[in-house]
């Protein structure tokens, strides 16, 4: 699990509120990630750079807050290569953040306890 998600961020959110905070948070996760997803498939599509770095950027955020990690590094690779417009490799780096996305999710469910 650590290539995908810290866990020392995890354990800090716990020590911030409990589970029932933590649960929340990977709710929300689930949530904004779901429509960011979408939001930066359609964009890298359409190839509109504009809008594909401020998804990226606010996905970045959201990963950085749960401590996933892996996540986060390609979206910053999205974030950064979409500000320099350089799409050339946008089609692989979303195939990977989708692929991630997926292993991050499956992770956070195994974090997230009733």
Same mark, same amino acid.
């Given at each position: 699990?650590?290539?995908?998600?810290?866990?020392?961020?995890?354990?800090?959110?716990? #020590?911030i509120g409990d589970q029932e905070f933590l649960n929340e948070l990977i709710d929300i996760f689930f949530?904004?990630?779901?429509?960011?997803?979408?939001?930066?498939?359609?964009?890298?599509?359409?190839?509109?750079? #504009?809008?594909?770095?401020? @998804?990226?950027?606010?996905?970045?955020?959201?990963?950085?807050?749960?401590?996933?990690? @892996?996540?986060? @590094?390609?979206?910053?690779?999205?974030?950064?290569?979409s500000r320099e417009n350089d799409l050339s490799k946008i089609d692989f780096n979303v195939s990977e953040?989708?692929?991630?996305?997926?292993?991050?999710?499956?992770?956070?469910?195994?974090?997230?306890?009733?």
């Open positions: 699990m650590s290539d995908i998600i810290d866990i020392n961020v995890i354990d800090s959110l716990k #020590e949530s904004q990630s779901e429509e960011l997803m979408r939001d930066i498939n359609n964009f890298s599509e359409k190839k509109d750079s #504009e809008s594909l770095n401020k @998804a990226s950027h606010k996905l970045k955020g959201s990963c950085l807050n749960l401590g996933a990690k @892996a996540m986060s @590094a390609t979206c910053q690779k999205i974030e950064t290569s953040l989708t692929k991630l996305h997926q292993e991050t999710c499956t992770e956070l469910k195994k974090l997230r306890q009733e």
